[in-house]
């Protein structure tokens, strides 16, 4: 067929299908998705999170389960998103004995009604340089929370987390105000940057009211001599909510993890459904045009392969095995070719026994001729149809697999997702942004494959009559 | 112009085609049941001769068809192609398989079932080209089939080319079907009631067309029919079937107008014609009963259940082969000089 | 133009019928304004080849045609009931099965494999009987007067369709539409499926019951040489219209016409005296051809005659006589205007310009 022909076939072929309703929406759907796969690299916001993604130091900025940004909009207490704060106002002093003090002072004005969940500080510089930490808060209170000699490198930048550090600081300026406060609190079980943000009040550490207004954080530097190059300071703020559809215990984004399985699962779906079904065809025609022992022997095969229970078989096999993403697409097609087999058995044997088969028969044509020619094409629609709609299915497969810890751990797929989401208490902690997105995405897939597959099947089906 | 080279050399035999006790049984029910389809059928086809294969259904006719065209293996007996023995185990390689599937051609009834209807009437008419490997260039196959088309008065050609079956009548559908049995140049056809789907008004049109051909290119015919009217139009010969044998064969007028097997006469005495006067008068039909299953065929002479003018022998004796009657015309009851 | 003669009603009264189907690529016009009448006792044969429209004639006398087709416009009166317009039950109750039946074409091979042929003709019964009363021995009783009637033997009540013969499968379909005495039944190709010997038997036991019950038949088939058995009178249809409607006599050749030339078959000089009726053959070329396409198996015709083309497509069909393209006397006038039905003999009735204008036929 030449170019022509097939532009027609396809206009037609498009004509039909656009008044199929779901199927346009799956299409739909199904587009986003292949774009989003394509192009997410650059719509997210760690861009390198593939190689990273078990890697924690990537993620050390991110706040820990914090719930999406949006949810602001539905929460009476709104809580700060993660910001980075840069530029700051930056003071350098000389001092007598030849050493600057370079002083930045950060302004953050705090309208929230939560604080956020940590300050990071990332200082860079080459050598020893002592570095003093201040917050001054809008009543006034405030003063020192953190002061150390620091060993900065110029490759890598230092962080100092208040989250971690500024406890005992912290402490230190609430006694200003409330001695027996002050005295009271336990550094190892506070929580030093709510309380920086929160009103000083006897009951702050059990339920804290936020403070709001203008906020100074001062990082002062002892620069010890004109070569030394210290860097301005950036403060990573952490904030209580974070990315388009939050963080997981593991400080991960998990609107990146959705977007990097967006490959996989096409990937998984598309590759194991084209093999299984272009295998479950050929042998159904197979088994149907030649009859006999070939029949009985392929009969038995997809008899015993039927049978057995894909799932439990998968379990113990990666669990015996742990199998890299790629064996498990070839297990998983060992199974699904079943499903295309039996329909396209009875549809050949039908086939068979048509006229034009016979008459091609009388012309001297021979077996494969027949099956090439004649029955493959006739099928070629009723393989797409079930291509698509087996997809929905190997992915929740390749999901259920990966949920119990059997999967492959070096890709991020949302069945991985999910598995880690549930290991973690997600669930129970009410962490539902980290389990209801990539459970919505399978399904959505699924969804939108199951509705592109019927589509097909409806507008293919009544052409599977040859007459 | 390129043709196609004949697959066999020298110069021919007059007889195009010979059947010697032809037997086909077919096992049903894991062989409890052996259905005697063609039981013993002898005949020979003249070169450029058109032989009509009478019968009802059940006869055999179709499957003595599929016999001669290769697609059922016979149970017993020979088919002889040009004085070959095509039959003997010699002549059972896939080789001589494919040659004589250019030498014997097959139109099937239903012209729109005997095409895919996925392939364009090009393909159609390809596709025995490329099996055979006749034509090396798309230009020279294209040539072929340009020819075919218009041998069959499907001009202008380029107009059906690239048209799919149902886009075409009945009429069209077969004209492609006769040309695709011509384009390897064959000698023998067999048509499988090639008009019997096709409106009235065509059904003429399209058995000239054919009867033009076959003189045209000196092929030899085998006319599958139930319609013996047709068969008095387009054949030479006419052989009457009944459950598996021949019962009568000779020429159209003898066989017609001068029949002296019963089940012949019976055959003449059912068929209708646009004649006026008939409403209200019962139509005389002396045969008696309906024709048994293949599975289960009478003992003696097979029509003796339903013969009108059978005796206790006609049940008792073997049966009687054909009898020359004169002049070639052969019949296989043993009482005809009585009835 | 009345076709009632005397004072006896006609039993089936068709005027200007259209039927409809409307699919997605336009209107089928597949009948498109019939007129005929049948009397009590009288068979109407209606002819034609695939697509005039014959089939559609006979679903749409039981107002039952496959969607989507449509009675656009016109009037069935079936023994003094208007059927175009009546309810769905209303229908099934009191006239089909019970006024009119018909044996669908191919109905021998859509018995239901897995019941009784009692069990399908009690199934009929419960459908159609304009009473609803369900008496087992009354109904055993009309069931074996008429399977008897056709010829079967009482056992065969109790036999499946698959055990039966072709024959005899024709023979009970045709029982089904008698038994509950209709009064008149619509036939469409009932011989077509089987063989040559049995297609004569049918024939004879449909002339038999024309004969002894009285009934009027419409017999539909696209075989000149099976209506010339049945038919008293016969309609000639193409492309959802009437040709030609006369008396046997007035379409076919006398059985003693003798040795028909070629030419001259199906002309109208070669016919024989006529009976009653004047008898000039058949007056559309249309019939004619078909006559002449028919082969004969008693003489031999050493050229059959064949119409060239196509019959019209019927979503847009050609303006004027839809013959015309087909016509080889077609005149600038035939495409332009559509003839109309004229009664050029007593009796018979002609849609064609050029039968009009002979001389040899003044309309009266």
């Not at chain 2, 008009?195 to 059904?203: E, G, K, N, W």
């Amino acid at each position: 067929m030449n170019l022509k022909d097939s532009l027609d076939s396809l206009r037609g072929f498009w004509e039909e299908f656009s008044k199929v309703k779901t199927g346009l929406v799956g299409l739909a759907i199904l587009i986003v998705f292949v774009l989003l796969g394509l192009f997410g690299q650059w719509l997210v916001p760690f861009p390198e999170a593939t190689k990273h993604w078990l890697d924690i130091t990537y993620w050390e900025d991110n706040p820990q389960a914090a719930p999406p940004v949006w949810t602001n909009w539905f929460s009476a207490k709104k809580g700060p998103p993660s910001l980075i704060l840069t530029s700051p106002k930056v003071e350098k002093t000389s001092t007598d004995n030849g050493m600057v003090i370079q002083t930045s002072t950060f302004d953050f004005k705090d309208n929230y009604d939560l604080p956020p969940r940590d300050l990071i500080v990332r200082l860079g510089g080459n050598g020893p340089i002592p570095t003093k930490i201040a917050i001054f808060r809008p009543d006034g209170s405030g003063g020192e929370i953190w002061r150390d000699q620091l060993q900065l490198s110029p490759d890598q930048p230092t962080r100092v987390s208040l989250a971690h550090s500024a406890a005992s600081g912290v402490i230190d300026f609430i006694r200003s105000a409330n001695e027996n406060l002050a005295f009271s609190m336990d550094p190892t079980l506070i929580k030093p940057v709510t309380l920086m943000f929160s009103q000083i009040d006897p009951d702050m550490v059990n339920s804290p009211k936020p403070m709001k207004g203008p906020y100074k954080i001062v990082v002062t530097q002892l620069v010890p001599s004109t070569d030394y190059k210290a860097d301005i300071p950036t403060i990573g703020l952490s904030g209580y909510v974070a990315g388009i559809l939050g963080t997981d215990k593991m400080k991960r984004d998990i609107f990146t993890g959705i977007i990097l399985g967006i490959k996989w699962a096409l990937i998984i779906g598309i590759l194991t459904s084209v093999i299984s079904v272009v295998v479950g065809v050929l042998l159904g025609i197979i088994a149907a045009y030649f009859g006999g022992a070939v029949d009985w022997v392929l009969t038995r095969l997809y008899e015993l392969i039927y049978l057995l229970p894909v799932l439990p078989f998968l379990i113990v096999v990666s669990a015996i095995f742990k199998p890299s993403i790629w064996t498990l697409i070839l297990l998983i097609c060992l199974f699904f070719w079943t499903g295309s087999f039996k329909t396209v058995y009875s549809m050949a044997l039908q086939i068979k026994e048509e006229t034009f088969v016979e008459a091609s028969k009388a012309l001297g044509s021979g077996s494969w001729r027949i099956i090439v020619k004649h029955i493959s094409p006739i099928l070629l629609p009723y393989s797409f149809a079930s291509m698509a709609l087996s997809i929905p299915a190997i992915i929740v497969y390749e999901a259920s697999v990966s949920l119990l810890g059997l999967g492959d751990s070096t890709i991020v797929s949302w069945g991985q997702i999910l598995q880690a989401a549930l290991t973690n208490g997600a669930v129970i902690n009410n962490l539902w942004w980290w389990v209801i997105p990539p459970g919505l995405a399978i399904a959505l897939m699924g969804m939108s494959f199951a509705f592109l597959g019927t589509a097909l099947d409806k507008i293919l089906h009544p052409k599977l009559k040859t007459r | 112009m390129p043709s196609p080279e004949n697959s066999h050399a020298g110069a021919k035999t007059p007889i195009a085609l010979e059947l010697k006790n032809l037997r086909k049984e077919f096992h049903v029910h894991r062989g409890k049941t052996i259905i005697k389809a063609v039981d013993g059928i002898s005949f020979s086809l003249k070169r450029g001769e058109i032989l009509g294969l009478v019968g009802e259904s059940g006869c055999g006719k179709t499957t003595t068809g599929k016999l001669v065209m290769r697609l059922l293996k016979p149970s017993s007996g020979s088919i002889i192609v040009d004085g070959e023995d095509t039959t003997a185990e010699s002549a059972n390689s896939k080789e001589s398989d494919f040659a004589y599937r250019r030498r014997v051609q097959m139109i099937f009834q239903d012209p729109y079932a005997s095409m895919n209807p996925h392939f364009k009437i090009r393909d159609v008419l390809e596709e025995p080209l490329l099996i055979h490997k006749v034509g090396s260039t798309k230009t020279e196959r294209t040539e072929m089939i340009s020819e075919v088309m218009r041998k069959v008065k499907m001009t202008p050609v380029e107009e059906f080319l690239d048209r799919h079956p149902h886009m075409l009548s009945g009429g069209q559908r077969q004209r492609v079907a006769t040309a695709r049995t011509l384009i390897l140049r064959p000698e023998i056809i067999v048509a499988d009631e090639p008009v019997s789907m096709i409106d009235l008004s065509t059904r003429a049109e399209i058995l000239q067309l054919m009867k033009t051909i076959q003189q045209e290119m000196e092929l030899s015919f085998i006319y599958i029919t139930h319609d013996i009217s047709t068969a008095r139009y387009f054949t030479d010969r006419i052989a009457v079937m009944y459950l598996g044998r021949i019962v009568e064969i000779g020429t159209q007028d003898e066989v017609i107008d001068d029949p002296k097997h019963p089940y012949t006469k019976a055959l003449i005495q059912a068929v209708c014609e646009p004649v006026s006067g008939r409403v209200g008068i019962m139509r005389e039909l002396e045969i008696k009963g309906e024709i048994p299953s293949a599975a289960n065929i009478p003992s003696g002479c097979r029509f003796h259940p339903r013969c009108p003018y059978a005796t206790k022998e006609c049940s008792e004796q073997p049966e009687p082969e054909l009898i020359d009657v004169g002049g070639g015309h052969e019949q296989a009851c043993r009482r005809w000089k009585e009835i | 133009m009345s076709e009632t003669t005397s004072t006896v009603k006609p039993v089936l009264e068709v005027k200007d019928l259209r039927l409809h189907y409307f699919t997605s690529k336009g209107a089928v016009k597949a009948l498109d304004g019939v007129s005929f009448d049948l009397m009590p006792g009288e068979a109407l044969g209606l002819v034609g080849e695939s697509g005039c429209g014959k089939t559609t004639t006979g679903v749409a006398l039981l107002n039952m045609p496959s969607p989507p087709g449509r009675i656009v416009s016109g009037s069935i009166v079936i023994d003094g009931t208007e059927i175009v317009g009546m309810p769905e039950n209303e229908l099934r109750r009191t006239v089909r099965w019970s006024k009119i039946s018909m044996v669908f074409q191919g109905a021998m091979n859509c018995l239901t494999p897995v019941y009784t042929i009692r069990k399908l003709m009690v199934e009929t019964w419960k459908e159609h009987a304009p009473d609803a009363s369900f008496d087992a021995a009354a109904i055993e009783e009309r069931m074996l007067k008429y399977t008897r009637r056709v010829g079967l033997p009482d056992h065969v009540l109790g036999r499946y369709p698959h055990e039966l013969s072709g024959g005899m499968k024709q023979r009970v379909v045709i029982a089904m539409a008698l038994f509950l005495e209709p009064k008149l039944i619509v036939m469409d190709e009932p011989t077509t499926a089987l063989d040559v010997i049995v297609q004569a038997q049918i024939l004879n036991l449909i002339k038999e019951l024309k004969r002894d019950l009285g009934l009027s038949y419409i017999f539909i088939t696209h075989d000149l040489a099976t209506e010339a058995e049945v038919a008293d009178r016969i309609m000639v249809m193409y492309a959802g219209k009437m040709a030609e409607l006369g008396m046997s006599e007035q379409i076919f050749a006398a059985p003693d016409a003798g040795a028909a030339s070629p030419a001259s078959h199906g002309s109208p000089a070669t016919y024989g005296s006529p009976a009653t009726y004047g008898s000039r053959g058949p007056l559309h070329p249309y019939t004619q051809k078909l006559l002449a396409s028919t082969p004969l198996l008693r003489k031999k015709v050493s050229e059959l005659a064949f119409i060239p083309g196509a019959p019209p497509d019927l979503i847009a069909p050609p303006p004027g006589c839809r013959f015309a393209p087909r016509c080889p006397f077609a005149r600038k006038k035939c495409s332009e205007a559509e003839p109309p039905v004229v009664e050029l003999e007593p009796r018979h009735l002609v849609a064609c310009w050029k039968a009009m204008e002979d001389p040899a036929y003044a309309v009266s």
